[in-house]
């Protein structure tokens, strides 16, 4: 069953990994797609190529999320290109792990800014179609690591942590319109981002799992689905844990 047929969606960051998975999954099930990349212009015009060839409308699109006006930019590109706005993921994210002794201040704020204020960008300059269409959803990638905190990553887990305080409220403050946000705190996803850590960091996490396995870009694609499709209109402010049992 299709069950995005004809919904027009953005999603943040598809180039690759998390991103890329949820356009493949949101395709076939009848979604036209927008979405973005920051440098990876190959891979991202070969996902659009895969996904027109699947049968809906898709394009990519230069943006960086962290950039408040090239985030209007791009809204009012993909309103001229597909006409209305019915989903957004916020899903680009990147990393700099430190330590707190090490951690510099450009790493802190690359951080938040990349993560944190693109959400902030990016929810601000769809909400007025939105409130227009007098419904939407919005999806927000944070992660466990915003929920349980992770040594290693303050700055990561306050970007991830500010995600859900944020989805929260834009909850509350569009619930009246059928505007709809939620988070989801993806666990260990195996993808580019974790392909960075060694073979035995890595088992030791699948072994931690109680589904004792890593989770896939489609596993979270699938949570999309359900938070994107009218399946959850009436979930609003939650935070989905697409995490194998992890902070169970
Ligand atoms: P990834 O493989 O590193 O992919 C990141 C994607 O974000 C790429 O498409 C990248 O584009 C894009 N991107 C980076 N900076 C951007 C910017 N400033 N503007 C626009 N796009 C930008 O990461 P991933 O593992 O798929 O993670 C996706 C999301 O899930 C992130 O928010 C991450 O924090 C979250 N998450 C991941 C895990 C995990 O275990 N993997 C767990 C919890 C949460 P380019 O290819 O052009 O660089």
């Known amino acids: 069953m299709k069950l995005l047929e004809g919904k027009n969606v ?37 996902l659009e190529k895969e996904l027109t060839d699947a049968g809906v409308k898709a394009k990519a699109y230069k943006s960086n999320a962290a950039d408040f006006k090239q985030s209007q930019e791009l809204v009012d590109a993909v309103n001229k290109d597909f006409d209305s706005i019915d989903v957004l993921i916020n899903n680009a994210g990147i990393t700099k792990d430190n330590l707190l002794m090490r951690i510099s201040e450009d790493d802190f704020d690359k951080v938040i800014e990349v993560n944190l204020k693109s959400v902030f960008n990016m929810t601000k300059a769809v909400q007025r179609t939105m409130l227009k269409q007098r419904k939407g959803s919005i999806i927000n990638m944070s992660s466990v690591v915003g929920v349980k905190g992770n040594a290693g990553q303050t700055n ?73 499709s009218d399946l959850s209109a009436y979930i609003t402010g939650q935070t989905l844990n697409v995490d194998g049992g992890m902070l169970t």
């Not at 909850?171 to 666990?187: D, H, K, V, Y």
């Not at 996490?205 to 989770?215: A, E, F, N, S």
Request: with cysteine.
């Open 156 to 228: 990561y887990a306050a970007s991830k942590a500010g995600i859900i305080g944020f989805s929260k409220s834009v909850a509350l403050e569009l619930g009246s319109r059928s505007i709809r946000c939620n988070s989801i705190a993806p666990g260990f996803i195996e993808t580019e981002m974790t392909g960075a850590l060694n073979e035995e960091t890595v088992q030791n996490w699948r072994d931690g799992i109680p589904l004792k396995r890593g989770g896939t870009p489609e596993d979270v694609a699938n949570a999309c689905v359900f938070l994107a």
């Open 10 to 46: 953005i999603i943040t960051g598809a180039s690759r990994g998390i991103g890329k998975g949820i356009a493949q999954v949101f395709a076939q099930h009848g979604a036209n797609i927008a979405f973005t990349y920051a440098s990876s212009e190959g891979p991202a015009l070969e």
